[in-house]
Nanobody, 120 residues
Framework: QVQLVESGGGLVQSGWSLRFACVASGFTFISYAMRWYLQAPGKDRELVATITSAGGSTDYADSVKGRFTISRDNAKNTVYVQMNSLKPEDTAVYYC?????????????WGQGTQVTVSS
């Protein structure tokens, strides 16, 4: 059974930091790129951070560049995101995502989401 279980959400003040973890099971974690999305109230889900399967490359949305850092520990089947200098506009549900494309097929899994609320 595939599972992505996120932890680390909560209520914080503007300028604070949070670190999320997403633990994967039920699939070959090292074969998947891992991503974090956010979905703010009333808006579409937005990709904010990506890390390649081996962890050698990362990419960020402009809105979080310089504040968020994505990392992974393939030995622990876990992906992290460190979020610094949080702003009220970062308030959203954050989702962990696993993605693999192979031979024309796409394999994609989602976590259940974790809420982050940043107060001003």
């Amino acid at each position: 059974q595939v599972q992505l279980v996120e932890s680390g959400g909560g209520l914080v003040q503007s300028g604070w930091s949070l670190r999320f973890a997403c633990v994967a099971s039920g699939f070959t974690f090292i074969s998947y790129a891992m991503r974090w999305y956010l979905q703010a109230p009333g808006k579409d889900r937005e990709l904010v951070a990506t890390i390649t399967s081996a962890g050698g490359s990362t990419d960020y949305a402009d809105s979080v560049k310089g504040r968020f850092t994505i990392s992974r520990d393939n030995a622990k089947n876990t992906v992290y995101v460190q979020m610094n200098s949080l702003k009220p506009e970062d308030t959203a549900v954050y989702y962990c995502n696993a993605l693999r494309r192979s031979w024309g097929r796409t394999y994609e899994y989602w976590g259940q989401g974790t809420q982050v609320t940043v107060s001003s």
